[in-house]
């Protein structure tokens, strides 16, 4: 009988532990439904990923490739050849003339790096390092008009603003003549800002016509003593000098 009892009893502890085991495989098994499904969603997404890498990698190509199209087409000898000649003229003693260097490799990305060349040969290093501030500020302003000058404008306008910094009184005069060269030469309407009033007034008289159908027109922009904005307004046209005509 004793032994029947502790039979009774194992078994009645086996059956429970078997009800618990029961139960735990049943909620294991909804567990692992879940991760399947959750697994099932993250290989889509994984998927959906991969197609959005391939195609983003495929746009960094397609991009690369336009850039170094884009570069080698405008970055060029012949937008060097422009920059140089409008650098000379506005800095006529400066023995480093800054140019672009582009790769000669052909399935290499094309990087469009700013050296310098010397007038009798050879190369310089980085502008930075090679020209004074000025003709920095000169480097800058001629590059800006070789890119303007080597590519079919959409408008023949050019704006500029306060163009002289750190420029000598030599280098603006300079630059006042070729601001004329362009607007005559290559018919540009030229718009220029200046901030100091001595040189608004030097450009004023500067680039006053000097040819029939020439125009200037000076705007000046200042503020009363209540802080409002002012404006004055001048058109200046092409008079012929009759004293030396005569």
Known sequence: LTARQTARRSAIEMAQLLVISVGKRSTLAASVDNLEAELAVRKGCKERADTI???AKDMTRKIREARSLVVRRVFNDELNSVWR????RLAPEEPFIPAFAIPEAAN????AALETHHRRGGKGGNPRAMLSAGNLNTA???LFLALHLSVKPRLPWLVIDDPVQSMDEVHIAQFA????TLSKQMQRQVIVAVHE???????ALELSPAFAGDRLNIVELGRNAIGQTTSRWDARLFVADRAIAA
């Open 197 to 203: 009033r001595s040189l608004f007034d030097y450009l």
């Open 53 to 55: 890498i391939e195609v």
């Open 85 to 88: 000649d409008l650098f000379v």
């Open 177 to 180: 003549a070729l601001l004329r």
């Open 108 to 111: 290499a990305d094309v990087e």
């Open 140 to 142: 800058a302003l001629t």
